[in-house]
């Protein structure tokens, strides 16, 4: 495995989820999985690329590319998600960015993934989702939703956030809290997120710490009864990401993703 470092599970009470701490409601039903219980590149099934290095509207540094094993493999039960010190085009590092786009969509439900952080200033790696429908209507119309970002810069925290026509850090409106979190890089960590039509919580393991409601406007404020997709991806430096500049000796970093798991609840 070139020059991508793998942060591999380092006992069995991982293996089993025994750090769990998220009882499920017996009302929720498991309706898809990722469990990456295979080596080599993710399933084509399950996901695409979103590839290139135009700033990505955060005037991010990376270039993303397309299926390459530097930055982005399936090895002993997890996704490796990496960014590298590598020059492409006119980008000095490159990094992947997973989405389930045309592939599989979601709307409600809860929506965890189990994963382990990169460190290091510069780095910001991300669990979230984008509507389905924003090649139609772009964004901020499409909705985001922010289960996870964090920032190398800050060590002990990780972000909820949601993004709106009305709510959008272009306006400052956003609608975001954040949680402390002990060991991001030594540990795996459930972020998860329970989305109904009422209203969208931000679990980090057991903690909530970001409620948001509907408010039953337009949809300039709740977006979020439409299909969105998931997105899994490390950035580098850009308007958050980099806030306080890039550590070049940080490289490469990995996200490691035990797996990705949404449940419905039974009617």
Avoid at 22 to 44: C, H, I, M, Q, V
Avoid at 96 to 116: H, M, N, P, Q, S
Wanted: net charge neutral; charged share 25%.
């Amino acid at each position: 495995m070139l020059i991508v470092v793998c942060f591999t599970r380092c006992n069995a009470s991982n293996s089993d989820h025994a750090n769990d701490t998220r009882k499920t409601d017996s009302a929720w039903k498991l309706s898809w999985s990722e469990e990456f219980n295979y080596t080599g590149l993710p399933d084509s099934t399950k996901w695409s690329y979103e590839t290139g290095g135009n700033g990505w509207g955060n005037n991010e540094l990376q270039y993303y590319t397309s299926a390459s094993p530097l930055n982005v493999q399936v090895s002993n039960g997890t996704l490796k998600l990496s960014a590298i010190k590598q020059k492409m085009e006119n980008r000095e590092y490159t990094s992947a960015r997973l989405v389930t786009r045309g592939k599989k969509d979601f709307t409600y439900g809860r929506i965890e993934i189990r994963a382990k952080l990169p460190p290091g200033r510069g780095l910001w790696p991300a669990i979230w989702m984008l509507g389905s429908n924003i090649a139609a209507v772009g964004w901020p119309m499409s909705g985001e939703i922010d289960i996870m970002e964090h920032v190398g810069y800050e060590k002990d925290s990780v972000l909820a956030t949601i993004h709106t026509d009305a709510y959008n850090h272009v306006k400052g409106t956003q609608k975001t809290k954040k949680t402390f979190i002990a060991d991001p890089y030594t540990a795996f960590h459930n972020y998860w997120i329970e989305w109904t039509p009422e209203y969208m919580d931000f679990y980090k393991d057991s903690t909530l710490y970001n409620h948001i409601v509907n408010e039953h406007k337009t949809k300039k404020e709740w977006p979020f009864d439409d299909p969105f997709f998931l997105v899994l991806n490390i950035a580098v430096g850009g308007n958050l990401g980099g806030k306080y500049g890039v550590d070049t000796s940080v490289f490469p970093g990995t996200m490691e993703v035990d797996y990705v798991r949404v449940y419905t609840k039974e009617k």
